[in-house]
Nanobody
Framework: QVQLVESGGGLVQAGGSLRLSCPASGIIFSINDMGWYRQAPGKQRDLVASITSNNSPKYADSVKGRFTISRDNAKNTVYLQMNSLKLEDTAVYYC?????????????????WGQGTQVTVSS
């Protein structure tokens, strides 16, 4: 129905930067809220940042001032710019989107997830 494909993860030294991208494709009438989550080993999946359809962002305290979430509605894509990376940022990062989609004539909202991309910060 809707697919989200992430890219941009990898290995980076502490203090460095990465930019994650996540375009959505499929049957999309509109994309409502979008967000980035992360899950470290042995931890639950936590919200890192979210952004509304009108580009209003919100951040977890742990990343505030270092990460920036943005979106390009024309490209159905959400981004996460990660600066000043710390060892504690190491995790699998997932993008999420609440999408207005359709099955036949039936229009509805649903939540979709990307496959996750590994971010590893080294000392």
């Amino acid at each position: 129905q809707v697919q989200l494909v992430e890219s941009g993860g990898g290995l980076v030294q502490a203090g460095g930067s990465l930019r994650l991208s996540c375009p959505a494709s499929g049957i999309i009438f509109s994309i409502n809220d979008m967000g980035w989550y992360r899950q470290a080993p042995g931890k639950q999946r936590d919200l890192v940042a979210s952004i509304t359809s009108n580009n209003s962002p919100k951040y977890a305290d742990s990343v505030k001032g270092r990460f920036t979430i943005s979106r390009d509605n024309a490209k159905n894509t959400v981004y996460l710019q990660m600066n000043s990376l710390k060892l504690e940022d190491t995790a699998v990062y997932y993008c999420n989107a609440i999408v207005t989609t359709a099955r036949g004539s039936f229009r509805y909202d649903a939540s979709f997830w990307g496959q996750g991309t590994q971010v590893t910060v080294s000392s």
